[in-house]
Every structure is written in structure tokens, then in C-alpha cells.
């Protein structure tokens, strides 16, 4: 029988109009999808709880919005320009100008009190149009711009215009809208060589994933680094360093062995729930995020996570003296980014549902924030 007739004969014209209006249903899809939440959600506690038993480890699900509010400084009239961090992405060329704009816009809107990008000639003046906010460097090049007898030459001014800057920033975020051109590529194993010598925190992002599932010596053995993949760029790592297949049944497991497999990085496994270790636990943050999955978001994941290293690293010697067992300055920054980026994401749903742009999650930052940690 068809269920609309079946309705009706149970409750009238009248009703079934109603009970067929757009509010209902909206009504009843909203209970279904947090039902269906909360149960994947529970019943992935219960298999990363089994899980853990089973293999001798613990998953953490830590206090979210405590961490953050414990690491984010307080506003005060004394401070100056700078102090509240120096951001600088590393990506952005001829077809790629959103993803860096979004990274560096958000660290802004969380609270960093300067970006910078350093891009391709071709990607800078997009990038500078979007927001007079960002400091731009055009300093890249891309393969087809220099001829074979210039490589050399041109490789070094690019390592010497980033190298004076290098020791003014308190993070790098690497390969948001960076491409896989292989001299860029080249270029941007330079400037993490120089990172790494000025003991500088590096998020790794998009193309960078890439390039350092190729080239892990870059990132091996470096505790400042945060890998931050999605789906397909773990599962890329998982071949590469552990030479076999992504295992759910063994999840955290596999996701510990990798980064200890890389040495001591940072990696945040993206998905329903966010997973992070940095080889000696495995933490999840599950707060509910947005069911929009506009492009972009990974963007303003790394540009968070930037700051809010940045900021623990400050309050490292502080948090220390109170609390010994607390995670490294990057699993805090990356526990509190993944919040805010799930809180932000969430809220900007609230209010534009279908319509959902990354812009959208970006304007929401502030007032997520705000909502977990009140700047006065």
C-alpha cells in the first residue's frame, strides 16, 4: 500500500498536509541525523575502547574546550603587534589562490596578529585582491617560468628571500594551493630545511602531503611538524611508510604505528572523528562539525592548528610547571584547532544549511571562539 495513502487513513486531509510539510520533515530529518550521530558515535567509542584493550594502548578523549581555553592568551592592552602570533603560509600558484587565502585569512580570525603567503608571481595579485588583511610575497616560481640554465640561480633567491624572513614567524603552514610542479616542489624542501634549522613549526597541508609522502625525511624525526590528511592522502601515507592497506578494525593502532613510524610527528587522521597522535597517544575529538563538505575546510583546519601551536608553545613552561602530564604544545594546538574548526563549521550550517561555503565556516571562527573562551 502506498504510504501516503496509508497515512491518510489514519489521520485525515487535513493532517496529512500538514504532516507532510516542509517544517516536519526538516523536523524529523534533523532527529534522524542526530540520532544516527550519536549512535556511529557510540559505537565507535565502543570499538577504539575495544580496540585499545586489545593492542595495550590508550584513546584519549580529551577535555576539548578546556585545552583551548588553557592555551589561548588573554587580551591585554600591554601587548604588542606580534605577539599574538606570526603566520606565514607557503603555497598559492596559477590555478590554486582560494586554498592559501583560506589558511591564512583564519589564522587571523582566530586571533594571530599577522599573515603572510608566500606564493608564485601568477598567484599573487589574486590573492592580495582578497584581503588588503595578508602580507603577500611573490617570491616562488614554477618550472614553466624560468628556463633550465636558471634553476640553480633562481632556486637560491627563492631559499634567500624566504630565509630572511623565517625567524620572524612563530609557525609555517605548507601546501594549501601549492600544486606539484616539480621545482616548486623543490623549492618548498628547501624552505622546510630551513624550518627545521630554526626550530620552526611546520602544518603540513594538500600538495605538501603530497611532496612529504615522497620525501619523508622531511618531516621524519621532527617533533614540530603536524600532518594534517584527509581520506585519501592517509591512506597514501599508510602504503608508503607501512607498506599495507588502511585497517578501520585497527584504526588508532595503524594511525599510532604511523607516526611513529615517521618519527614522532604530529598527524591529524581527519574524518567524522578527528584522530591525533604524535606516537605516544592517540586522542579524539568528536564534536559534531557541518554535513556540508564544501571545499576548503582542510584550509582552515591548518590555519588554526598554526595558531594554536603557536600559542601553546608560548604557555609551554607555564602548562609544564602545572601540569606534567599534558599533551605536546602540537596535539594541543591540534586538539583546539579540530574543536574550533568542528564548532565554526557547525554553526555556519546552523545558519546557511545547503548554502554552506567555506567563507561561511571562516566568519563563524570568531563567534565560535568567543563562545568557548570569552576575549574579556
Known amino acids: 500500500m502506498n504510504p501516503r495513502l496509508r497515512l491518510k487513513s489514519h489521520i485525515g486531509v487535513g493532517d496529512c498536509m500538514f504532516a507532510y510539510s516542509t517544517v516536519i520533515r526538516r523536523h524529523q530529518f534533523l532527529i534522524n541525523t542526530l540520532r544516527g550521530y550519536n549512535c556511529c558515535l557510540n559505537q565507535l567509542r565502543k570499538m577504539t575502547a575495544e580496540g585499545s584493550k586489545r593492542e595495550g594502548f590508550c584513546i584519549q578523549e580529551p577535555d576539548a574546550e578546556s585545552l583551548l581555553r588553557r592555551i589561548t592568551p588573554v587580551m591585554e592592552s600591554s601587548n604588542h603587534k606580534g605577539q599574538a602570533g606570526n603566520i606565514a603560509v607557503i603555497g598559492g600558484c596559477r590555478e590554486y589562490t582560494g586554498a592559501p587565502y583560506f589558511a591564512a585569512i583564519s589564522s587571523l580570525k582566530i586571533g594571530a596578529d599577522l599573515s603572510h603567503v608566500f606564493c608564485t608571481k ?27 640554465t636558471e634553476e640553480t640561480l633562481i632556486y637560491n633567491r627563492v631559499i634567500d628571500d624566504v630565509k630572511g624572513w623565517i625567524l620572524k614567524f612563530d609557525c609555517l603552514v605548507i601546501g594549501p594551493g601549492l600544486g606539484r ?26 600538495d605538501g602531503l603530497f611532496h612529504i609522502t615522497n620525501n619523508i625525511d622531511l618531516v621524519s624525526g621532527y617533533p614540530l611538524a603536524v600532518l594534517t590528511p584527509n581520506i585519501i592522502e ?3 601515507l599508510v602504503e608508503k611508510c607501512l607498506n599495507c592497506e588502511v585497517d578501520s578494525s585497527i584504526g588508532p593502532q595503524q594511525l599510532l604505528n604511523l607516526a611513529r613510524f615517521i618519527g614522532g610527528v604530529t598527524i591529524i587522521q581527519k574524518g567524522k572523528s578527528d584522530f591525533i597522535s604524535n606516537s605516544e597517544k592517540v586522542y579524539m575529538v568528536t564534536n559534531s562539525g557541518s554535513p556540508r563538505r ?34 605536546s604544545p602540537m596535539v594541543l594546538g591540534s586538539i583546539a584547532g579540530s574543536l574550533l574548526v568542528r564548532k565554526a563549521a557547525s554553526l555556519a550550517f546552523e545558519k546557511k544549511k545547503r548554502a554552506t561555503l567555506t567563507t561561511n565556516i571562516i566568519e563563524c571562527l570568531g563567534e565560535s571562539l568567543e563562545n568557548i573562551c570569552p576575549a574579556l
Open 122 to 148: 601568477d598567484a599573487a595579485p589574486v590573492i592580495k585582491s582578497y584581503s588588503p588583511e595578508l602580507i603577500v610575497h611573490p617570491v616562488l616560481e614554477e618550472s614553466y617560468n624560468i628556463k633550465d
Open 181 to 206: 610542479d616539480p621545482f616548486l616542489l623543490n623549492c618548498v624542501s628547501g624552505i622546510m630545511k630551513l624550518a627545521r634549522l630554526a626550530n620552526l613549526p611546520m602544518i603540513v597541508d594538500g
Open 234 to 236: 592517509y591512506r597514501r
Open 294 to 327: 564544501c571545499g576548503g575546510q582542510g584550509d582552515i583546519l591548518s590555519g588554526s592548528v598554526a595558531v594554536f601551536s603557536a600559542w601553546a608553545r608560548q604557555k609551554n613552561l607555564v602548562l609544564a610547571d602545572e601540569d606534567n602530564s599534558l599533551p
